[in-house]
Nanobody, 127 residues
Framework: QVQLVEFGGGLVQAGGSLRLSCAAS????????MGWYRQAPGKQRELVAT????????????VKGRFNISRDSAKSTVYLQMYSLQMNSLKPEDTAVYYC????????????????WGQGTQVTVSS
């Protein structure tokens, strides 16, 4: 019912920047928050940043001041929500698979809140 697709991962040198985008398609009536999570090899998946439907943002301490999550209003429609994660001053420890998440989603015709995940995109930061 809801599909999430990430774009923009890749290889970058330390200190560089990358922009990740997430396309959330489906008949979304409401949601709690859209977010980005990441998972490094041998580690648990962790929260990077979230943005609520009201626009409130939240960041992991490790990325505060370097990453910015936003909704791409110009590219969003009723059936397509676009969100981005601008990552600046990247560090080797930012290397991970980054996942887009849609939390607490209600779609038209349904009354249950569900979470959805994208397939992930690799971000590699070389030192």
């Amino acid at each position: 019912q809801v599909q999430l697709v990430e774009f923009g991962g890749g290889l970058v040198q330390a200190g560089g920047s990358l922009r990740l985008s997430c396309a959330a398609s489906g008949r979304i009536l409401s949601f709690n928050a859209m977010g980005w999570y990441r998972q490094a090899p041998g580690k648990q998946r962790e929260l990077v940043a979230t943005i609520t439907s009201g626009g409130t943002t939240n960041y992991a301490d490790s990325v505060k001041g370097r990453f910015n999550i936003s909704r791409d209003s110009a590219k969003s429609t009723v059936y397509l929500q676009m969100y981005s994660l601008q990552m600046n001053s990247l560090k080797p420890e930012d290397t991970a698979v980054y996942y887009c998440n849609a939390g607490g989603v209600i779609v038209y015709g349904d009354s249950y809140r569900r979470d959805y995940w994208g397939q992930g995109t690799q971000v590699t930061v070389s030192s």
